[in-house]
């Protein structure tokens, strides 16, 4: 995987694209269906047979009412795609990783300590905020899982220097993985934990990262620990 992948500014993110068009695509065949159920509709209240029936008309109407209804979500959740095509989502990295903070030591995990370092002056990043957040907590979750008998969880936010990017690297002094096992890492349902657990949240975090626009990159060393870095495309 490459990991020096940027962004130029304005540029919105391929698999994001790629994944408002499917759902304006699925949308659109959905209206074509609800242009072809309105005109059997019509079609069955011309009929004379049909509109002799007791009580049609209010039936009809309804129905009609309903699949303009349905047009009119159509309608909106295409204008709302080609909306968010064009607007990119900028999530502040020190801001975001402030409240990972508070949220991590309230939860007082034993035996576990946590370092954040935090460069000054990060540009804001190219992605969604709210995903970004769920990434960084697979990311320290899985480093605190790797660590059975407690250990030390850091986390740091950087620029790296020459690329527009910015990095966030979360390293732990757990257990670590086999090579074979760092490969397979990303691949979905794959885990090494018991009880059926696991195997969602790095190809979650690698999902994020792709469709931002950026990488995700494993290193590890069996007994020493392991270190995953998250890059993202910078806004300037």
Same mark, same amino acid.
């Given at each position: 995987m490459d990991?020096?992948?940027?962004?130029?500014?304005? !540029?919105?993110?391929?698999? &994001? $694209?790629? +994944?408002? #068009?499917?759902?304006?695509?699925v949308v659109h065949d959905l209206g074509n269906l609800i242009q072809v159920a309105s005109s059997a509709l019509n079609h069955l209240a011309r009929e004379p047979s049909i509109s002799a029936v007791p009580g049609i008309d209010i039936v009809i109407a309804g129905a009609r009412t309903a699949l303009d209804?349905?047009?009119?979500?159509?309608?909106?959740?295409?204008?709302?795609?080609?909306?968010?095509?064009?607007?990119?989502?900028?999530?502040?990295?020190?801001?975001c990783l402030v409240e990972i903070e508070s949220l991590v030591r309230?939860?007082?995990?034993?035996? !576990?300590?946590?370092?954040? &370092? $935090?460069? +000054?002056? #990060?540009?804001?990043?190219r992605c969604d905020r709210a995903g970004l957040q769920n990434a960084?907590?697979?990311?320290?979750?899985?480093?605190?899982?790797?660590?059975?008998?407690?250990?030390?969880?850091?986390?740091?936010?950087?620029?790296?220097?020459?690329?527009?990017?910015?990095?966030?690297r979360i390293r732990d002094s757990g257990i670590g993985m086999t090579?074979?096992?760092v490969v397979?890492?990303?691949?979905?349902?794959?885990?090494?934990?018991g009880g059926g657990f696991g195997g969602v949240g790095l190809p979650m975090v690698k999902r994020f990262?792709?469709?931002?626009?950026?990488s995700v990159h494993i290193e590890s060393v069996l007994g020493m620990g392991t270190t995953v870095t998250l890059r993202l495309p910078a806004t300037s």
């Open positions: 990991d020096d992948v940027s962004l130029s500014p304005g !540029v919105v993110p391929v698999g &994001r $694209v790629r +994944s408002q #068009l499917s759902t304006a695509g209804r349905a047009g009119g979500l159509v309608r909106q959740t295409i204008k709302t795609a080609r909306e968010i095509q064009g607007n990119v989502e900028h999530a502040n990295i020190s801001v309230s939860a007082r995990y034993e035996n !576990v300590r946590f370092e954040f &370092r $935090v460069d +000054s002056n #990060l540009p804001l990043v960084v907590l697979n990311l320290v979750f899985n480093a605190r899982d790797a660590m059975p008998d407690g250990g030390l969880i850091s986390i740091d936010a950087f620029a790296p220097e020459s690329l527009r990017q910015v990095a966030i090579g074979e096992t397979r890492a990303f691949d979905p349902f794959f885990t090494t934990k990262a792709e469709e931002s626009g950026g």
